[in-house]
């Protein structure tokens, strides 16, 4: 099967410093990544270039069939990176749902203004996606009202209302309060067992083993080890891949 | 029945009593002291004679009585004009505003020499360009229009950083979020950054119409709007009643003023109260 994302020699700097280095990446559909690394070690900036959130310095950006290399300009570019953002549902550290907008008008606004969607078709699938997080009953409440983890489950509701084929998560649960994390790593965990393709970058060790069909480690930039979650955990060949993992395993997040 | 109704207070409620009793006084306080210099200000222009030999300023209250009704005739020419201008300087703001954040060379210097201009030179000189510089060159604008231009451009300039700011508050992460959605810049812009920004502007440009109002003042010099002041200095000339006029003026502004910042205070606490 055609993997669904491709990144080719990935390079991103930040000025002078280079934050990415030759990255190389394929994930198939269906398949679940869980990005790990400390932080600095480059794993956002990796996930904020698949959907152009960065710009890439060099190198190409794959999904769903579409190709853009770092080197496009112009209106091609403009349309095939508006393409793959369409493809792609992103949830945020620090959820960014619209303050002055409903949780349902949070989840709709995308399809309509974007689709072109009428608005009781968009209703009808955020109500469908705010269900599916267990949250349809706060509708009608603003985010304000909600709770962190209610908060980022109306974020992943309003990712999955423009139907993507790829769900990217940037720290989900990094902002919550450790009670609330729980929900939210549910809801993913049903998300991956429905069957979507999602590159989730992470802290939850005990999520990255469960759900996870592999697991990236990064460090300094470069992607140092890519296996199973049983061989990344039980017999991790970089010294820095083993730090990482006893850190968590000593250091209480699991 | 609550069960809380009956049962004794307890410390904290006592204590709140008490912080709350505070807070009274200290308003009560304030507000009889308000009175007193009110009346020490009524009894210097009372006429009459005040301790320690002094003898109050006698005003002359027939020609108050006269012509108050003629000043109070400017009201609304005061708040028409300055309605107006807010108006002209709101959508000038956020022009100039945007323009500033535009990464499109003409529109960031059309907005910065804009601001720069307006800001370098006196309200009251642009107040007379619009209305003796510009006929010069054939242009004659209607009075009441000719002000509201001066005031409204030159309130834009200086409103344009209210308007910048409420577009700085939006996270960025709310921009971000709208762009991984698929919105393009206009649409994030429009639907999801503009709409904060202005909730967040609401409050000082409150602050910058009742400045205006003031402000509106200055195009009297001019003699084309008979709005509040063009009227005090009209009639207070022609009898050399001059003091008496202008305490009328002054006193309609301030009402005008402690009105105008009831309802803003008013206006900020609703704000406050909504979904943040």
Known sequence: MAPLVKVTDLDKYFGRLQVLKRINLDVQPKEVVCIIGRSGSGKSTLLRCLNFLEEPSAGTIEVGGLVVHATDRGDKRRRMVHDVRLKTGMVFQEFNLFPHKSVLENVTEAPIIVKGMNKSKAAEIAEMNLDRVGLLFKKDEFPNRLSGGQKQRVAIARALAMEPQLMLFDEPTSALDPELIGEVLNVMKKLAQEGMTMLVVTHEMGFAREVADRVIVMAEGELIEQETPENIFRAPKDDRTRALIDRYRTGGAE | ?276
Do not use: C
Not at chain 2, 45 to 54: A, D, E, T, V, Y
Not at chain 2, 150 to 165: H, P, T, V
């Open chain 2, 1 to 276: 029945m609550d069960l809380q109704d009956v049962a004794p207070k307890s410390q904290a409620e006592l204590l709140y009593e008490a912080q709350l009793r505070r807070d009274r006084q200290f308003r009560t306080n304030v507000a009889i002291s308000w009175l007193v210099l009110l009346l020490i200000i009524l009894l210097i222009f009372s006429g009459k004679n005040l301790p320690f030999g002094l003898t109050g300023i006698q005003l002359d209250t027939q020609f108050m009585k006269d012509n108050w009704r003629f000043i109070a005739g400017g009201i609304p020419w005061t708040i028409l004009i300055s309605i107006l201008s807010i108006i002209l300087a709101m959508i000038l703001a956020l022009l100039a505003a945007l323009g500033r954040l535009s990464k499109f060379p003409p529109f960031y210097a059309l907005s910065t020499f804009y601001v720069s201009l307006i800001r370098g030179t006196p309200l009251y000189l642009q107040i007379f360009f619009f209305f003796l510089a510009l006929p010069q060159l054939g242009i004659d604008l209607p009075g009441l229009w000719a002000g509201v231009l001066a005031l409204g451009l030159n309130y834009g300039a200086y409103m344009s950083e209210i308007f910048r700011a409420g577009i700085a508050s939006v996270g960025k992460g709310q921009r971000e979020a709208a762009t991984a959605l698929g919105m393009t810049p206009r649409q994030t812009m429009t639907r999801i950054v503009l709409p904060q920004a202005l909730r967040f502007a609401i409050p000082p440009t409150g602050n910058e119409f009742i400045a205006m109002t003031k402000d509106s003042a200055l195009v009297s010099a001019t003699g084309f709007v008979h709005e509040i002041m063009w009227r005090a200095t009209k009639v207070g000339r022609a009898h050399f009643r001059n003091l008496e006029a202008l305490i009328i003026a002054a006193i309609f502004y301030w009402i005008i003023t402690i009105i105008l910042s009831y309802l803003q205070s008013r206006l900020e606490a609703r704000l406050s109260r909504g979904d943040r």
